[in-house]
């Protein structure tokens, strides 16, 4: 299990700290996830070895609630875009995409947990903290779970969209969508909007 710890001192001595203490060693599973602390952190597992995200920054909320959006706005009624769910690829591999989408009647029937083979795209925004995982690991792992598309979102590169498409047991591209110009999907439907819109403030 996993407990946070206070240590003590006073005003004197040293600072109040605080530290999360997550018993046991890897791997990980994810039945030991659903004992860890709700402290603010996303803990993901990749091969039982634990990825922790801190909380995003202003920044990257804004990207995802744009982007959520835009997309729902633009999706049949049969689908919906949804944030930070979890996804299930085995016992010891789990991720929490930033943005998936899904059927909506799948969704009837989920209580915790997705299955990749739910999801129709999945799309992570990047941040200095998740650079390596995002570019890399998840590129492979939805890949190798049969997720149709994924996304990569850049929001220091203006934004850019990185568009992932499965050819195979792998993903073909990606193909760069710059700020300024047209990003422009058909599938999973049919979409299109200026990347630069992610970052822009509504004043």
């Given at each position: 299990m996993?407990t946070?710890?206070?240590?003590t001192?006073?005003a004197?001595?040293?600072?109040?700290?605080?530290?999360?203490?997550?018993?046991?060693?890897?791997?990980?599973?994810?039945d030991d996830l659903?004992?860890?602390?709700?402290?603010?952190?996303?803990?993901?597992?990749f091969?039982?070895s634990l990825?922790?995200s801190?909380?995003?920054t202003p920044?990257?909320?804004?990207?995802?609630?744009?982007l959520?959006h835009?997309?729902?706005?633009?999706?049949?009624?049969?689908?919906e875009?949804?944030?930070?769910?979890?996804?299930?690829?085995?016992?010891?591999?789990f991720y929490?995409?930033?943005i998936?989408?899904?059927?909506?009647?799948v969704?009837?029937g989920?209580?915790?947990?997705?299955?990749?083979?739910?999801?129709?795209?999945?799309?992570?925004?990047?941040?200095?903290s998740?650079?390596?995982?995002?570019r890399?690991?998840k590129?492979?792992?939805?890949?190798?779970?049969?997720?149709?598309?994924?996304?990569?979102?850049?929001?220091?590169?203006?934004p850019?969209?990185?568009?992932y498409?499965?050819?195979?047991?792998?993903?073909a591209?990606?193909?760069?969508y710059?700020?300024?110009g047209?990003f422009?999907?058909?599938?999973?439907f049919?979409?299109s909007f200026?990347?630069?819109e992610?970052?822009?403030?509504?004043?």
């Amino acid at each position: 299990m996993a407990t946070i710890e206070p240590k003590t001192g006073t005003a004197a001595e040293e600072p109040t700290t605080r530290r999360t203490v997550l018993y046991g060693a890897p791997p990980f599973t994810v039945d030991d996830l659903l004992k860890f602390p709700d402290d603010g952190n996303r803990y993901e597992l990749f091969n039982g070895s634990l990825i922790v995200s801190p909380a995003p920054t202003p920044q990257h909320q804004r990207v995802i609630t744009r982007l959520v959006h835009i997309l729902q706005g633009a999706a049949p009624p049969v689908l919906e875009c949804l944030t930070t769910v979890n996804v299930r690829f085995s016992n010891e591999n789990f991720y929490i995409p930033d943005i998936v989408v899904v059927p909506e009647e799948v969704s009837e029937g989920v209580d915790l947990m997705y299955s990749p083979r739910d999801l129709l795209l999945a799309i992570e925004v990047v941040s200095p903290s998740s650079k390596a995982v995002d570019r890399a690991v998840k590129v492979e792992a939805y890949a190798e779970a049969g997720v149709p598309f994924y996304w990569r979102v850049e929001p220091m590169e203006g934004p850019t969209i990185y568009v992932y498409e499965l050819d195979g047991n792998s993903y073909a591209g990606p193909v760069a969508y710059k700020a300024g110009g047209i990003f422009s999907m058909t599938t999973p439907f049919q979409v299109s909007f200026d990347p630069g819109e992610l970052v822009r403030l509504r004043a």
